[in-house]
């Protein structure tokens, strides 16, 4: 019997997967909000805008 390198992703996993990254997201956003008034995206138009 030879092991493949590649997995199957269960339906199970990736939405497990995607609950984890909404959460962590939620709380990265709040983390973030605490010490800067804007995001890093609008920071870096409002440099390059002018």
């Not at 019997?1 to 990736?14: E, H």
């Not at 909404?22 to 870096?44: A, D, Q």
Request: proline residues 2%.
């Amino acid at each position: 019997m030879k092991l493949s390198s590649t997995r199957v992703i269960g339906l199970d996993f990736a939405i497990l997967y995607a609950i984890g990254f909404f959460l962590f997201s939620i709380v990265l956003t709040l983390v973030w909000r605490r010490w800067f008034e804007r995001g890093p995206l609008e920071s870096f138009m409002r440099k390059i805008s002018g």
